[in-house]
């Protein structure tokens, strides 16, 4: 699958024979069949941009368009208006509590250790000691996780670790972050972009293999992004967006400068904004081993994980193996 970034003035995109085709300055650039594209990113705010947008959205292609300050704007893929293929069962399981919990507890096992197995690969030899000490308490977290008694319980056991997590990986900032008062939290910036993108990915994938996005085990009470996208952003947060970032600014290909301040708020520079997009495609694209499916690229690893989920449902499988990183 691709995705089309629209990000050059006098970009012009148009449809031919089920090709989207791109044009620059009224040359032409490349094609790509209309069942090919996933995802459409537009950096800018001028009449191109614009029409390219209304133009995926008609083909219904999901956009992330990108204001001149910074922000992002999720136009989302409505996707079939018919009901999903698995709907049915998926309510079905929804009100089957061992079935909800034994899921929501492997996606919740899953992000610890993902988070975990993350610091352990960033960190420098020896650990900084306030590190070790998050890695103790998200492995104590993880051992604890058979005795959550609800749902709600593995929630606030997910919760917490999240916040030392967070806090953990602000202490392998480069020095400049750290040392720089002015409420610059860079990984807190960079994440909501990096959300967005794999939460459409993921959105796609779900939608494709014919799930409900609104019928989910952990986040079901979600509102900002689809319930079941949410439960898989556990699985994939850590793996894919925070890998991103923290290599992006450990190896300063984004330093301090690259954030500007605007009325609304602290966003990127354009080119560091191009930057990061490009990083993020080379990341999905990359190869990870997979604790249990062997080496693949990450989206790969997105479409085993929902084919895992639907096994489930179809009582085809009797556990849900989320996506382990191995170290």
Known sequence: MTTIYVAQPQTELKIQSRQLQVFHQQRFCFAVPLNRINQMVILGHQPWTRKAANLALSLHIPVLYFEPDGRCVEYVNPGNLESAKYLKVQMQKAQDQDFTHTIAESLVRAKLHNSRILLLQLSPDPQPATVQQVLNLLQRLIDDLPMAPSVVALKNYESTGAAFYRAALSRLLPEEFRDRNLGLNPIQRLSNLGTALLSQRIQVVLQ?????????????????????????????????????????????????????????GIFLEPDALERFIQHWDAMLASRVEHLYAGEMSYQQCLEVQVQEYIACLLEDQEFYRSMLLKR
């Open 208 to 264: 494709s293999a014919g799930l409900d996005l609104e019928v989910a085990n952990l986040y079901f009470d979600a509102v900002n992004r689809p319930p079941l996208v949410c439960d898989f952003l556990a699985e994939f947060q850590s793996a894919i967006v925070d890998r991103v970032i923290m290599e992006l600014l450990q190896s300063r290909q984004i330093v301090s400068d690259d954030f500007v301040w605007v009325d609304q």
